[in-house]
């Protein structure tokens, strides 16, 4: 594999500063590893290496001039295909939008190409973000660069493994229930649910609205911090956007690194341990607590009761918003279209026809699944017994992180129940599969920001724990603060960073 790919986000752009290497050499050996690995690992829908040739060019002029647009100006960069690139294919991983090619940038989009990073191309992804494993993609499924008869991670498997892989050094997820934050944790690499409101939704194709939160899938935690900075902040084509400052985060994570936890109180929560956990998990976890105490943080328990009803709330609310957002893929306006034959007294098949079949063609199971829930609970006579009572429950967990945040200055657990599992091994049991999320979900549904590091490798199967930390709103500094510490005890624990154990993926040496 070529040293161009191997570094992180940071050191690139620092070798762009002082001209060590350009953004069209950089670029261009990206688009070689996608080339030599994607036909194995499967990350990518879509790859535009002409736009980003010219976006790498276009840097370059900027650099040559000393007039960067900023500081990642250059350091290319991919995107979950969820959100909308103008002039490029946005499929949401379904067939309904296959060939679809947005009129517009999402905001997210926007900030990337006015700060100069070359768009590499776009991720796979669960269709419509519904999945822990990137197994519901009509395009077919990503292979996790560790072991490629794994799951990468769901919904946003595609950036996960694009990063793991060293495809590209930077991704854009998006985050629903957990899916920056799982894919991250069992691939080995570093991904950041925002604050909601945080980073603009506007051109996100939305799955469930108040849920939903755009973030950095990368290999560091600073890197995390820089991408963050960067999409971070208000924009007013979102109306549930926050009006404040992204806040100081490369800064947060620069501190961090120094090590000194000194004065930090991290609570464990207790509802997200013990029986049904994997061994490796919990021992991967337990070294790092370790490792934050080692650094002058105390950790304390803290009790969370209402988080053992996240997921029954989660897959009720999720669903009713769902159904309602994926009503507007009528096969009118855009996308697939499906005319059914209509023999018998009609000429011509209705309107009604059409969509029928456009939507019975277009979605996939999971999404049907999801649409049924969704329209049974919201219909009369349930709206208040499903819906109702699941945004009750919603506020005691809420009321559980705020109660716990009196106590601590950030929450911690492992990111996922268990490491990777096998490709096919929880299709047919979507129960099985959605406790996956057991432990992301909870900050979907208060609104606050969470992380996810490596912690280490699990003894039983070689493959890559996640550590998450939880801060409270608007408070997503301590994640990079803590985030940036942890990782420096680890990285001097195993001489380097988790991926350098990847597999090579071309036959050679990692
Ligand atoms: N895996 C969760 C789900 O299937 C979360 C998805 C997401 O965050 N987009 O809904």
New binding site residues.
């Given amino acids: 594999m070529s040293d161009l790919v191997r570094g992180t986000a940071a050191q690139m752009a620092a070798d762009l500063a002082s001209g060590a290497t350009t953004s069209v050499a950089l670029t261009q050996a990206h688009l070689d590893r996608i080339a030599e690995v994607d036909g194995a690992v499967h990350a990518f829908l879509h790859v535009d290496s002409e736009g980003a040739l010219a976006a790498a060019a276009a840097s370059d002029a900027r650099r040559a001039a000393g007039t960067p647009a900023s500081e990642l100006d250059g350091v290319p960069i991919a995107v979950k295909d969820v959100l909308a690139t103008e002039g490029l294919p946005t499929t949401c991983g379904s067939k309904i939008l296959e060939g679809w090619i947005p009129p517009y940038d999402a905001t997210v989009v926007q900030k990337l190409k006015a700060a100069g990073l070359p768009i590499l191309g776009k991720t796979n992804m ?1 269709e419509f ?4 494993s990137t197994e519901h993609s009509a395009y077919g499924p990503t292979h996790n660069p560790w072991d490629l008869d794994r799951i990468p991670g ?3 498997g595609g950036s996960a493994a694009a990063v793991a892989a060293f495809e590209a050094p930077l991704a854009l997820g ?7 934050r ?1 894919p991250g944790a069992v691939t080995g690499t570093v991904g950041v649910k925002p604050t909601y409101g945080g980073v603009s939704r506007y051109g996100l194709v939305a ?2 609205n108040s ?2 939160q755009v973030g950095p899938v990368t290999r560091t935690v600073l890197d995390s911090a820089l991408l963050h900075e960067l999409i971070g902040g208000h924009d007013a084509m979102d109306s549930t956007s926050i009006d404040q400052p992204v806040g100081a985060l490369v800064a947060a994570a620069k501190q961090g690194a120094r090590g000194d936890l000194s004065g930090l109180k991290v609570g464990v929560i207790t509802e997200l341990g013990g029986e049904g956990w994997q061994d490796g998990v919990e021992a991967s976890f337990q070294a790092s607590l370790d490792l934050l105490v080692k650094a002058g943080a105390e950790v304390v328990e803290v009790s969370c009761p209402n988080f053992v009803h996240a997921l029954a709330t ?2 009720l609310i ?1 669903p009713c918003e769902a159904s309602s957002n994926l009503a507007k893929f009528d096969a009118m306006r855009y996308g697939l279209r499906v005319v059914p034959d209509r023999p018998g007294d009609q000429a011509q098949p209705s309107a009604e026809d059409v969509m029928r079949a456009s939507r019975d063609a277009g979605f996939g199971d ?1 999404v049907k699944r ?1 649409i049924i829930l969704g329209t049974y609970a919201l219909s009369s006579g349930y709206y208040d017994a499903y819906y109702g009572t699941a945004q009750r429950v919603r506020t005691l967990i809420s009321r559980d992180f705020e109660a716990a945040f009196e106590q601590v200055d950030v929450l911690v657990s492992p990111t996922a129940p268990t490491t990777a599992f096998k490709l096919g091994e929880k299709l047919d049991d979507p129960l099985s ?2 406790l ?2 057991l432990a ?2 909870p900050a ?1 549904l208060a609104g606050v920001p969470g992380i996810s590091l490596p912690s280490g490798l699990a003894d039983e199967d070689g493959l890559p724990v996640g550590f998450q930390i939880l801060a409270p709103a608007l408070a997503d500094d301590r994640l990079y603060r803590v985030g940036a510490a942890l990782e420096a005890a680890l990285e001097r624990e195993w001489g380097g960073s988790l991926l350098d154990r990847a597999p090579d993926l071309t036959g050679g040496a990692a």
């Fill in positions: 669960d973000a519904m999945g822990s769901g919904s946003g998006t985050d629903t229930g957990g899916s920056i799982q799955m469930a849920l939903d989660y897959y999720m999971e999801r599969m959605y996956n999320d992301t979900i979907n």
